[in-house]
Nanobody, 115 residues
Framework: QVHLVESGGGLVQPGGSLRLSCVAS????????MNWYRQTPGKQRELVAN???????NYVDSVKDRFTISRNNVRPTVYLQMNNLTPDDTAVYYC?????????WGRGTQVTVSS
């Protein structure tokens, strides 16, 4: 059974930083593209960034140059380093991967950017 567990969210002031982590189990982690999504109430879940098995990274335009996705295949964990946060980054952040045709999700971690 595949499990994804996020951590690292919290309350941060505008301009601050957070690092999210997502620990995976039940999969051969190094073979999978890993995704970070976020969602705010009343809006669709948005793909923020992903990283492929060969470490190719993709970002939504709104976070380019501020967020960095990385992975450690030994741990096995995917990270999202978030810098220069703004109130628009406030959301629940979810880790996700596609396993045998099914999208698997973690429970999410809340990020709140506020002064």
């Amino acid at each position: 059974q595949v499990h994804l567990v996020e951590s690292g969210g919290g309350l941060v002031q505008p301009g601050g930083s957070l690092r999210l982590s997502c620990v995976a189990s039940g999969i051969n982690f190094k073979l999978f593209t890993m995704n970070w999504y976020r969602q705010t109430p009343g809006k669709q879940r948005e793909l923020v960034a992903n990283i492929t098995s060969d470490h190719t990274r993709n970002y939504v335009d709104s976070v380019k140059d501020r967020f960095t996705i990385s992975r450690n295949n030994v741990r096995p964990t995917v990270y999202l380093q978030m810098n220069n946060l703004t109130p628009d980054d406030t959301a629940v952040y979810y880790c996700s991967t596609n396993y045998r045709g099914y999208q698997v999700w973690g429970r999410g971690t809340q990020v709140t950017v506020s002064s």
